[in-house]
């Protein structure tokens, strides 16, 4: 596939004439609904100034979850999870795993009413609830119960949060799972009436001539896939595209286009890199009649391989940011997205791996000019004043710049953005120009606190400057969000430790922290020169030809690396230090979150206000009951957690790891102990087995500062 940056885009023949294409751009579920992603807005954007003004826009994963959270249908699925219940509690055989997963799951729904969810956004999108602590705290705690409920209508273990793991049991890195209808279907079940209903409504309003599906996180590919096989049965001509981050993602890491194609098997067309040139095309030949196969970063049956172009953002038009309803989001201003620059200016980093590159880490470094930004972000003032500017990584001289213009132009703007651990920052007064122009907080990849490591990963940053760099922007009241992670080729413990003992060593610096486990991709210099750093690389399962990760071994050794969750050398109170904040994305406190930065807007880098915290909440949305279940412990009980052993078990071994193979194990016995115990449920749906022989249910005294003591502890 090969790459190449055009200076520029050609422009719109402005004599043929305003285009009468109608075109309509999806927003899939799941993922989340605090702010929308900005693709949608840059595409119609460049579409609109080439002459096609014919369009809509559908926010799907907005749109479900509000039709989902209506108190009918909430009401409704917490009756159904009820019934799920004791259709488990009343078997005479013994709970099998599946009945004992979904039974822990199953109780979520208690201390939950019909409302509990809209209740719940309503604290989101409400400007005084949402900065009071505890009161946002109840907003949350019903989101966590929520997805409880939703995974009950899922496969197992496949929903997490607004997100989905990529493996469970559905396997997303498996074609053969993705292009089976049935195993689509189960996973976008929980959306089934909202799109029969809702999204099918809007397939009708017209004759679309083009449905484009915008997929760029994991997570929206199955119920897309879904959405597509109803946009083909409602409007058979239309022309459906498909397009974002996770489509370019699947071409990039599968081999067989054949499988691709199998995948998208209801798509006309696939856009695996940047769209706006491509969407413009598109609607050009839809318009004129002629084929699509000459239309640059397009992919068709007939040309698998298209040439990926990195255009010129110079020549971008602005993004539209009138397509959206911004008032409808979970928030309670707007929060924009924003990409001044595409690309890394650095992009030699060892273990990066994004987008169609082939001979480098990511995307080549495109600056917007300043100027064109500042109109742009007038444009979006219109809208809110909060952003984010969604960038790899802008070059300190276009930063200072950008920031200059901010700090000098009437918008009053509040930003964030991920930035490169400048050492220069201190020495140039980086952090009083950044706050004199709105910037509330910087998020900064910092990988390691092992300088070893950090020559490895081609960083270009000595660990011993970058408390000079926080220092700088603590003392000017910039929060800083802090991302790492361990299990790097060749590292030692003592180099893993290291990157957490930075943290603790240097705790008054940093705001919040997220520290992962290294995941080898096949797109990185790593993968691509494995003897440099030391590894072999190792075959996958052939279930997995997505191929989405990579295992390794370190020269001479047995030991087999694999993708985790958490990395074992790692001692708990080392991790616990990172986590100064209850919540994680996309909730306050979670790294470049919508939420955290409209509470660094408001409260300053300490992102939760002094006072508060202990205050009662000023509305209660969920209940934390006890309850008596018929299983002797409620601890026994198999969970989400055992079936993520067995998955990677299958996956370590090389087994099948596709939808069907998991039946067996489902279906098998339970670990439930007969008898009986009692379970505190707590706000956020974890399940606390109170201790026998004490009465926790009575409404007295006594028995309300019981529960509250069990509680306490179990929060510790």
Not at 86 to 108: G, M, N, V
Not at 114 to 139: G, N
Not at 379 to 401: E, I, K, N, W
Request: aromatic share 10%.
């Amino acid at each position: 596939m090969s790459v190449f940056v055009p200076l520029g885009r050609p422009a719109p023949d402005r004599g043929r004439g305003a285009s009468d294409v109608a075109y309509l751009l999806v927003n899939p579920p799941v993922t989340d609904p605090t702010a929308p992603y900005h693709s949608i807005p840059y595409l119609v954007g460049a579409a609109r100034e080439a002459g096609h003004g014919t369009y809509g826009c559908v926010d799907a994963n907005l749109d479900a979850f509000e039709y989902l959270a209506h108190p009918d249908r909430f009401g409704a699925t917490i009756e159904a999870v009820r019934r799920t219940r004791a259709a488990i509690e009343e078997r005479s055989a013994p709970p099998t795993r599946h009945d004992e997963i979904r039974y822990r799951l199953a109780l979520s729904a208690e201390g939950l009413t019909a409302s509990s969810a809209r209740d719940a956004i309503a604290v989101f999108k409400d400007p005084d609830l949402f900065y009071h602590p505890p009161t946002y705290a109840q907003a949350v705690a019903v989101m966590n119960r929520w997805w409880d409920l939703l995974a009950l209508d899922m496969p197992a273990g496949s929903l997490d949060g607004f997100s989905m793991r990529p493996k469970s049991t559905v396997n997303l890195c498996s074609t053969a799972d993705l292009s089976d209808p049935a195993v689509v279907a189960s996973v976008a079940r929980p959306f089934e009436g909202y799109l029969t209903d809702e999204f099918g409504a809007r397939l009708r309003e017209r004759n679309w001539d083009l449905v484009g599906l915008s997929v760029n996180y994991t997570s929206q590919l199955p119920v897309a896939l879904r959405m597509a096989r109803l946009i083909r049965s409602t409007l058979p001509h239309t022309v459906i595209v498909f397009g974002g981050t996770e489509v370019g993602d699947v071409v990039k890491y599968t081999a067989d286009r054949e499988a691709v194609w199998r995948v998208f098997q209801d798509a006309d067309l696939i856009v695996p890199g940047e769209g706006e040139t491509a969407l413009i095309g598109i609607l050009d030949a839809i318009r004129d009649g002629t084929g699509f196969d000459g239309i640059g970063g397009v992919m068709t049956r007939s040309r698998p391989d298209p040439e990926i172009s990195y255009g010129s953002v110079a020549a971008l038009a602005g993004p539209a940011y009138d397509v959206w309803d911004w008032d409808r989001y979970w928030s309670p201003e707007p929060v924009i997205l924003y990409s001044p620059t595409r690309g890394c200016y650095w992009n030699k980093c060892t273990f990066c791996d994004y987008g169609l590159n082939t001979d480098r880490p990511t995307s080549p470094s495109r600056e917007r000019p300043v100027p064109a930004v500042m109109e742009d972000l007038r444009q979006a003032t219109r809208f809110g004043r909060t952003l984010y500017f969604a960038v790899d990584a802008m070059s300190p001289r276009y930063l200072r710049t950008l920031a200059a213009a901010l700090a000098e132009s009437p918008l009053e703007v509040r930003w964030s953005a991920e930035l490169r651990l400048e050492r220069t920052f201190p020495e140039r007064a980086v952090g009083e120009l950044l706050a004199s122009s709105g910037c509330v907080a910087v998020s900064f990849g910092y990988e390691s606190g092992a300088q070893r490591v950090l020559d490895l990963i081609d960083k270009g940053v000595r660990i011993a400057q970058v408390p000079g760099v926080l220092a700088e922007l603590a003392r000017n009241g910039i929060a800083a969000q802090m991302m790492g992670f361990t299990g790097f080729p060749t590292e030692s413990e003592a180099e893993a430790r290291a990157t957490y003992e930075f943290l603790q060593d240097n705790e008054k610096l940093w705001t919040t922290a997220g520290i992962g486990v290294f995941n080898l991709t096949p797109g990185s210099i790593v993968a691509k020169d494995p003897g440099r750093f030391g590894i072999e690389l190792l075959p996958l399962s052939a279930s997995d030809d997505i191929k989405r990760y990579v295992p390794w071994r370190e020269q001479g050794a047995q030991t087999e690396t694999w993708p985790e969750a958490s990395d074992p050398r790692i001692p708990q109170e080392y991790i616990a230090s990172t986590r100064k904040v209850t919540f994680d994305r996309p909730f306050v406190g979670g790294i470049d979150s919508a939420h955290s930065l409209l509470y660094y807007a408001r409260y300053g880098r300490g992102l939760l206000p002094d006072r508060q915290q202990n205050d009662p909440p000023r509305v209660r949305l969920v209940d934390e009951p006890v309850l008596t279940v018929p299983f002797g412990s409620v601890e026994s009980l198999t969970g989400v957690d055992d079936l993520m052993a067995e998955v990677r078990r299958r996956s370590r071994q090389r087994l099948d790891t596709t939808a069907p193979v998991y039946d067996q194990w489902l279906r098998g016995t339970g670990t439930a102990r007969p008898g009986s115990c009692g379970v505190l449920v707590l706000a956020h749906g974890d399940l606390v087995q109170l201790p026998a022989g004490v009465d926790f249910t009575s409404d007295n005294a006594l028995s309300r500062a019981l529960r509250l003591m069990v509680a306490s502890q179990a929060r510790i």
